[in-house]
């Protein structure tokens, strides 16, 4: 269910290979290590996708669109480690990990560019992504898969496919 280039992002960002500020700073070739989106703190990993205003925004909107919990610390590994549907797994993975790209983006084009998009249109983008994403997968044929939980995953997606934040 996630795209290619959010997978690559994240393959980078475990590996500790995004540019970041403190990065950069720490090796004494910047001076300015202030979040490029929100100026308000130091810009580190932790910062930029679990702490900084901007990005708690998105995932606070995500998290509520999906009907789960905010991650507390790296969304990835906590919802790879949830015992939930598979179907459910899929999708909740793969919108974390366009949170993760989306913001990795804005923080770039606000160090290049000095913009950003709103939390909110940001928001709207990954829903609308993954709705038509939703859509074009046979959903009989995934859900025939974990028949235990057809009706639950049914009432799920549903959901995603209706509710707009
Ligand atoms: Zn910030």
Redesign the pocket.
Same mark, same amino acid.
Request: glycine share 0%; net charge negative.
């Given at each position: 269910m996630a795209l290619p280039k959010h997978r690559f992002m994240i393959w980078l960002m475990f590996r500790n290979a995004l540019n970041l500020k403190d990065k950069f700073c720490g090796i004494g070739v910047c001076s300015d290590d202030k !979040? !490029?989106? !929100? #100026?308000? #703190?130091k810009?580190t990993i932790n910062?930029?996708f679990l702490? !900084?205003?901007?990005?708690l925004l998105i995932l606070q909107g995500i998290c509520t669109w999906l009907h789960i919990p905010i991650p507390t610390g790296n969304g990835i590994i906590l919802i790879g480690r949830r015992n939930w549907a598979p179907v459910q797994k899929s999708i909740c993975l793969a919108v974390v990990m366009a949170f993760y790209y989306n913001v990795w983006q804005q923080r770039n084009l606000a160090r290049l560019e000095g913009k950003l998009l709103s939390p909110r249109i940001l928001i709207a983008q990954i829903q609308q992504l993954f709705r038509s994403r939703i859509q074009q997968v046979n959903l009989d044929n995934v859900i025939v898969r974990v028949s235990n939980v057809i009706v639950r995953d049914r009432i799920w997606l549903n959901l995603l496919l209706t509710i707009i934040i």
């Open positions: !979040c !490029c989106v !929100c #100026d308000a #703190d810009e910062h930029l702490q !900084c205003r901007y990005s």
